[in-house]
Protein backbone atom coordinates (compact mmCIF):
# COMPACT_ATOMS: atom_id res chain seq x y z
CA UNK A 1 0.00 0.00 0.00
CA UNK A 2 1.44 3.49 -0.38
CA UNK A 3 2.06 5.83 1.91
CA UNK A 4 -0.53 7.91 0.28
CA UNK A 5 -3.22 5.96 0.15
CA UNK A 6 -1.94 4.86 4.05
CA UNK A 7 -2.34 8.85 4.86
CA UNK A 8 -6.14 8.65 3.19
CA UNK A 9 -7.65 5.64 5.06
CA UNK A 10 -5.72 6.67 8.40
CA UNK A 11 -6.80 10.19 8.13
CA UNK A 12 -9.61 11.36 5.55
CA UNK A 13 -12.75 9.04 5.94
CA UNK A 14 -15.71 11.12 6.27
CA UNK A 15 -18.39 8.79 7.88
CA UNK A 16 -21.44 10.55 8.28
CA UNK A 17 -23.32 13.14 6.86
CA UNK A 18 -26.31 14.96 7.31
CA UNK A 19 -28.38 17.87 6.15
CA UNK A 20 -28.63 21.29 6.59
CA UNK A 21 -32.20 20.99 8.38
CA UNK A 22 -29.85 18.29 10.95
CA UNK A 23 -27.38 20.51 11.69
CA UNK A 24 -29.63 23.96 12.06
CA UNK A 25 -31.55 21.67 14.69
CA UNK A 26 -28.27 20.75 16.74
CA UNK A 27 -27.20 24.16 17.04
CA UNK A 28 -23.01 22.67 17.69
CA UNK A 29 -20.84 24.74 16.82
CA UNK A 30 -18.58 23.35 13.99
CA UNK A 31 -19.84 21.03 11.20
CA UNK A 32 -17.39 18.77 10.98
CA UNK A 33 -15.51 17.31 14.25
CA UNK A 34 -12.57 14.93 13.74
CA UNK A 35 -12.16 12.12 16.14
CA UNK A 36 -8.00 11.37 16.58
CA UNK A 37 -6.76 7.92 17.91
CA UNK A 38 -3.72 6.40 18.28
CA UNK A 39 -4.88 3.13 17.29
CA UNK A 40 -4.21 1.70 13.78
CA UNK A 41 -6.86 1.34 11.48
CA UNK A 42 -9.18 -1.90 12.83
CA UNK A 43 -7.45 -1.43 15.86
CA UNK A 44 -10.30 -1.32 19.31
CA UNK A 45 -10.24 2.35 19.17
CA UNK A 46 -10.27 3.17 15.71
CA UNK A 47 -13.49 0.40 15.38
CA UNK A 48 -15.22 1.91 18.43
CA UNK A 49 -14.87 5.68 16.71
CA UNK A 50 -16.12 4.54 13.36
CA UNK A 51 -18.97 2.41 14.47
CA UNK A 52 -19.69 5.71 16.73
CA UNK A 53 -19.43 8.19 14.46
CA UNK A 54 -21.47 6.19 11.54
CA UNK A 55 -24.98 6.24 14.33
CA UNK A 56 -23.89 9.25 16.43
CA UNK A 57 -23.45 11.86 12.80
CA UNK A 58 -27.34 11.81 12.31
CA UNK A 59 -28.43 12.55 16.34
CA UNK A 60 -25.74 15.23 16.59
CA UNK A 61 -26.09 16.50 12.99
CA UNK A 62 -22.29 17.00 12.41
CA UNK A 63 -20.35 15.00 9.99
CA UNK A 64 -17.18 13.02 11.31
CA UNK A 65 -13.86 12.41 10.27
CA UNK A 66 -11.51 9.99 11.69
CA UNK A 67 -7.63 10.68 12.26
CA UNK A 68 -5.16 7.90 13.18
CA UNK A 69 -1.75 9.32 14.78
CA UNK A 70 0.62 6.45 15.54
CA UNK A 71 3.83 6.72 17.31
CA UNK A 72 5.15 7.60 20.86
CA UNK A 73 2.17 5.07 22.29
CA UNK A 74 -0.28 7.48 21.73
CA UNK A 75 1.78 10.64 22.45
CA UNK A 76 1.49 11.99 19.44
CA UNK A 77 -1.92 11.95 19.26
CA UNK A 78 -2.95 13.23 22.63
CA UNK A 79 -0.39 16.27 21.43
CA UNK A 80 -2.27 17.02 18.52
CA UNK A 81 -5.74 17.50 20.33
CA UNK A 82 -4.42 19.50 23.32
CA UNK A 83 -3.10 22.08 20.74
CA UNK A 84 -6.58 22.35 18.76
CA UNK A 85 -9.01 24.64 18.69
CA UNK A 86 -11.09 24.11 21.92
CA UNK A 87 -14.45 24.30 19.57
CA UNK A 88 -15.20 21.20 19.68
CA UNK A 89 -14.12 20.23 16.44
CA UNK A 90 -11.32 18.22 17.67
CA UNK A 91 -11.58 15.28 20.06
CA UNK A 92 -9.83 12.18 21.33
CA UNK A 93 -10.68 8.77 21.89
CA UNK A 94 -9.80 8.03 25.00
CA UNK A 95 -8.62 4.39 26.66
CA UNK A 96 -6.21 3.81 29.48
CA UNK A 97 -3.51 4.08 27.09
CA UNK A 98 -2.88 7.91 27.31
CA UNK A 99 -2.83 7.59 31.07
CA UNK A 100 -0.16 4.78 31.00
CA UNK A 101 1.99 6.65 28.42
CA UNK A 102 2.07 9.61 30.25
CA UNK A 103 2.94 8.01 33.66
CA UNK A 104 5.57 5.67 32.03
CA UNK A 105 7.44 8.28 29.37
CA UNK A 106 6.21 11.83 31.23
CA UNK A 107 5.35 13.72 27.39
CA UNK A 108 4.92 16.90 27.06
CA UNK A 109 1.23 16.51 26.75
CA UNK A 110 -0.51 14.31 29.01
CA UNK A 111 -3.85 12.33 29.43
CA UNK A 112 -3.87 15.74 32.20
CA UNK A 113 -3.38 18.35 29.07
CA UNK A 114 -6.95 16.70 27.80
CA UNK A 115 -10.55 17.89 29.69
CA UNK A 116 -12.57 14.27 29.86
CA UNK A 117 -15.39 15.29 27.61
CA UNK A 118 -17.57 11.89 27.96
CA UNK A 119 -16.84 8.13 28.93
CA UNK A 120 -18.99 5.74 27.08
CA UNK A 121 -17.81 2.08 27.25
CA UNK A 122 -16.15 -0.32 29.25
CA UNK A 123 -14.63 -3.11 27.35
CA UNK A 124 -14.04 -6.55 28.62
CA UNK A 125 -10.23 -7.48 27.26
CA UNK A 126 -10.11 -11.49 25.81
CA UNK A 127 -6.97 -13.45 25.86
CA UNK A 128 -7.02 -15.47 22.85
CA UNK A 129 -5.08 -17.80 20.85
CA UNK A 130 -5.23 -18.80 17.52
CA UNK A 131 -7.37 -21.93 16.12
CA UNK A 132 -4.70 -24.63 15.61
CA UNK A 133 -2.92 -23.74 18.83
CA UNK A 134 -2.25 -27.36 21.24
CA UNK A 135 -3.61 -24.30 24.23
CA UNK A 136 -7.17 -24.81 24.68
CA UNK A 137 -7.20 -23.15 27.89
CA UNK A 138 -5.37 -20.49 29.60
CA UNK A 139 -3.84 -22.61 32.35
CA UNK A 140 -2.80 -24.84 29.58
CA UNK A 141 -1.03 -21.99 27.63
CA UNK A 142 0.47 -20.90 30.93
CA UNK A 143 1.44 -24.16 32.01
CA UNK A 144 4.21 -24.35 28.57
CA UNK A 145 4.86 -21.08 29.53
CA UNK A 146 6.22 -22.01 32.80
CA UNK A 147 7.84 -25.07 31.60
CA UNK A 148 9.34 -23.56 28.57
CA UNK A 149 10.96 -19.97 29.72
CA UNK A 150 11.81 -17.34 27.19
CA UNK A 151 9.96 -19.77 24.50
CA UNK A 152 6.27 -18.61 24.44
CA UNK A 153 5.43 -15.21 23.16
CA UNK A 154 2.39 -13.36 24.39
CA UNK A 155 1.39 -10.27 22.38
CA UNK A 156 0.03 -6.89 23.65
CA UNK A 157 -0.86 -4.23 21.67
CA UNK A 158 0.97 -1.08 22.49
CA UNK A 159 4.05 -0.88 25.02
CA UNK A 160 2.30 1.47 27.42
CA UNK A 161 -1.42 -0.15 27.06
CA UNK A 162 -3.45 -1.50 30.09
CA UNK A 163 -3.38 -4.82 27.71
CA UNK A 164 0.51 -4.95 27.64
CA UNK A 165 0.11 -4.17 31.53
CA UNK A 166 -2.46 -7.29 31.86
CA UNK A 167 0.25 -9.59 30.05
CA UNK A 168 2.31 -8.41 32.56
CA UNK A 169 0.39 -9.23 35.78
CA UNK A 170 -0.41 -12.51 34.15
CA UNK A 171 3.27 -13.11 33.99
CA UNK A 172 3.93 -12.44 37.58
CA UNK A 173 1.06 -13.92 38.74
CA UNK A 174 1.58 -17.17 37.16
CA UNK A 175 5.26 -17.23 37.30
CA UNK A 176 5.05 -18.15 33.27
CA UNK A 177 8.34 -16.30 32.03
CA UNK A 178 6.77 -15.61 28.90
CA UNK A 179 8.21 -13.10 26.41
CA UNK A 180 6.11 -10.07 26.33
CA UNK A 181 5.75 -8.58 22.72
CA UNK A 182 3.96 -5.24 22.26
CA UNK A 183 2.42 -3.91 18.76
CA UNK A 184 1.14 -0.11 18.00
CA UNK A 185 -1.83 -1.97 17.50
CA UNK A 186 -4.33 -5.37 17.91
CA UNK A 187 -4.44 -5.57 14.25
CA UNK A 188 -0.66 -6.38 13.89
CA UNK A 189 -1.29 -8.49 17.26
CA UNK A 190 -4.05 -10.45 15.75
CA UNK A 191 -1.65 -11.45 12.78
CA UNK A 192 0.80 -12.36 14.74
CA UNK A 193 -1.34 -14.95 16.91
CA UNK A 194 -2.64 -16.10 13.36
CA UNK A 195 0.81 -17.22 11.84
CA UNK A 196 1.76 -18.79 15.09
CA UNK A 197 4.62 -16.05 15.94
CA UNK A 198 2.82 -15.41 19.20
CA UNK A 199 1.04 -18.01 21.49
CA UNK A 200 -1.32 -15.44 23.16
CA UNK A 201 -3.10 -12.41 22.13
CA UNK A 202 -4.86 -9.73 23.73
CA UNK A 203 -7.92 -7.59 23.19
CA UNK A 204 -11.28 -6.34 22.55
CA UNK A 205 -13.91 -8.63 21.08
CA UNK A 206 -14.44 -5.68 18.74
CA UNK A 207 -10.92 -6.72 17.50
CA UNK A 208 -11.74 -9.97 16.62
CA UNK A 209 -15.12 -10.35 15.56
CA UNK A 210 -14.49 -11.27 11.49
CA UNK A 211 -11.68 -13.65 12.86
CA UNK A 212 -14.14 -15.38 15.13
CA UNK A 213 -16.66 -15.21 12.74
CA UNK A 214 -14.28 -17.55 10.36
CA UNK A 215 -12.92 -19.76 13.21
CA UNK A 216 -9.67 -18.73 12.86
CA UNK A 217 -9.12 -17.59 17.00
CA UNK A 218 -10.36 -19.49 19.85
CA UNK A 219 -11.10 -17.24 23.00
CA UNK A 220 -9.86 -18.78 26.50
CA UNK A 221 -10.42 -16.36 28.86
CA UNK A 222 -11.83 -12.79 29.14
CA UNK A 223 -10.40 -10.68 32.26
CA UNK A 224 -13.73 -9.41 33.94
CA UNK A 225 -14.66 -10.23 37.70
CA UNK A 226 -17.94 -11.76 35.91
CA UNK A 227 -18.30 -13.45 32.80
CA UNK A 228 -19.65 -11.55 29.37
CA UNK A 229 -23.29 -11.99 29.38
CA UNK A 230 -22.86 -12.31 25.31
CA UNK A 231 -20.39 -14.88 26.03
CA UNK A 232 -21.62 -16.86 28.77
CA UNK A 233 -19.13 -19.46 28.05
CA UNK A 234 -16.39 -17.99 27.99
CA UNK A 235 -14.91 -18.57 31.60
CA UNK A 236 -12.79 -15.81 33.61
CA UNK A 237 -9.38 -15.46 34.17
CA UNK A 238 -10.15 -15.44 38.31
CA UNK A 239 -12.35 -18.78 37.69
CA UNK A 240 -9.32 -20.86 36.07
CA UNK A 241 -7.65 -19.96 39.04
CA UNK A 242 -5.81 -16.98 37.87
CA UNK A 243 -6.14 -13.79 39.87
CA UNK A 244 -6.02 -11.15 37.13
CA UNK A 245 -9.20 -9.07 36.62
CA UNK A 246 -8.61 -5.47 34.48
CA UNK A 247 -11.05 -2.46 33.62
CA UNK A 248 -10.65 -0.38 30.24
CA UNK A 249 -12.83 2.06 29.08
CA UNK A 250 -13.41 4.22 26.10
CA UNK A 251 -14.70 7.82 25.84
CA UNK A 252 -13.55 10.95 24.51
CA UNK A 253 -11.59 14.05 25.61
CA UNK A 254 -10.31 17.30 23.84
CA UNK A 255 -8.25 19.96 24.34
CA UNK A 256 -8.92 22.39 27.78
CA UNK A 257 -11.44 25.20 28.20
CA UNK A 258 -14.46 23.56 25.79
CA UNK A 259 -17.44 25.59 26.31
CA UNK A 260 -20.41 24.65 28.18
CA UNK A 261 -22.40 24.03 25.16
CA UNK A 262 -19.91 21.61 23.70
CA UNK A 263 -19.95 19.27 26.74
CA UNK A 264 -23.14 19.31 26.72
CA UNK A 265 -24.37 18.51 23.10
CA UNK A 266 -21.94 15.24 23.43
CA UNK A 267 -23.38 13.91 27.02
CA UNK A 268 -26.76 14.40 25.01
CA UNK A 269 -25.60 13.15 22.57
CA UNK A 270 -23.76 9.77 23.50
CA UNK A 271 -26.81 9.86 25.82
CA UNK A 272 -29.30 9.27 22.81
CA UNK A 273 -27.21 7.30 20.45
CA UNK A 274 -26.92 4.33 23.41
CA UNK A 275 -30.72 4.31 23.40
CA UNK A 276 -30.90 3.39 19.56
CA UNK A 277 -31.93 -0.03 18.68
CA UNK A 278 -29.86 -0.21 15.43
CA UNK A 279 -26.22 1.09 17.97
CA UNK A 280 -27.17 -1.82 20.53
CA UNK A 281 -27.12 -4.57 18.25
CA UNK A 282 -23.54 -3.76 17.31
CA UNK A 283 -21.95 -2.84 20.58
CA UNK A 284 -23.53 -5.27 22.44
CA UNK A 285 -22.22 -7.94 19.87
CA UNK A 286 -18.65 -6.62 20.75
CA UNK A 287 -19.76 -7.00 24.47
CA UNK A 288 -19.02 -3.17 24.87
CA UNK A 289 -21.06 -2.39 28.13
CA UNK A 290 -22.43 1.33 28.51
CA UNK A 291 -20.93 3.57 31.04
CA UNK A 292 -21.99 6.91 30.45
CA UNK A 293 -20.58 9.54 32.40
CA UNK A 294 -20.38 13.44 31.53
CA UNK A 295 -17.88 15.94 31.99
CA UNK A 296 -17.72 16.25 35.83
CA UNK A 297 -18.25 12.52 36.49
CA UNK A 298 -15.73 11.21 33.91
CA UNK A 299 -12.98 13.95 35.00
CA UNK A 300 -13.49 12.28 38.92
CA UNK A 301 -13.18 8.81 36.87
CA UNK A 302 -10.17 9.75 35.13
CA UNK A 303 -8.20 10.80 38.21
CA UNK A 304 -9.27 7.86 40.22
CA UNK A 305 -8.28 5.77 37.51
CA UNK A 306 -4.71 7.13 36.98
CA UNK A 307 -3.87 6.78 41.07
CA UNK A 308 -4.91 2.76 40.39
CA UNK A 309 -2.59 2.51 37.20
CA UNK A 310 0.01 4.62 38.92
CA UNK A 311 -0.09 2.26 42.24
CA UNK A 312 -0.18 -1.30 39.41
CA UNK A 313 2.87 0.32 37.77
CA UNK A 314 4.69 0.81 41.08
CA UNK A 315 3.88 -3.07 42.38
CA UNK A 316 5.02 -3.92 38.77
CA UNK A 317 8.47 -2.44 39.31
CA UNK A 318 8.12 0.39 36.46
CA UNK A 319 7.77 3.08 37.94
CA UNK A 320 8.87 4.46 41.38
Known amino acids: MSGARARAIAIGLVLSTCGAAAWAQSGYPVSTVTLVTHSSPGGGSDVFLRALAKHLGPKMGVSFAIENVAGGSGARAVAKVAQASADGSVLYATTPTYIQTTLLSKPQFGYDSLMPVVNVFYDPEVVY???QSPHRTLPEAIDYARKHPGKAKWGAANPASLE???MERLN???QARAIIVSYEGGRDQMLGVLNGTLDLGIGEIQEMVAQLDAGQIRLLAVLTASRLPGLPNLPTAREQGIDVVVTKFRGLAGPKNLPPAVLNAWHEG????LADPAYQKE???ESLTPALM?????GAFTASFANDVARSLRELGVIR
Open 164 to 166: RIA
Open 294 to 298: GHEEA
Open 283 to 285: YLR
Open 129 to 131: TRA
Open 172 to 174: RVT
Open 270 to 273: IRTV
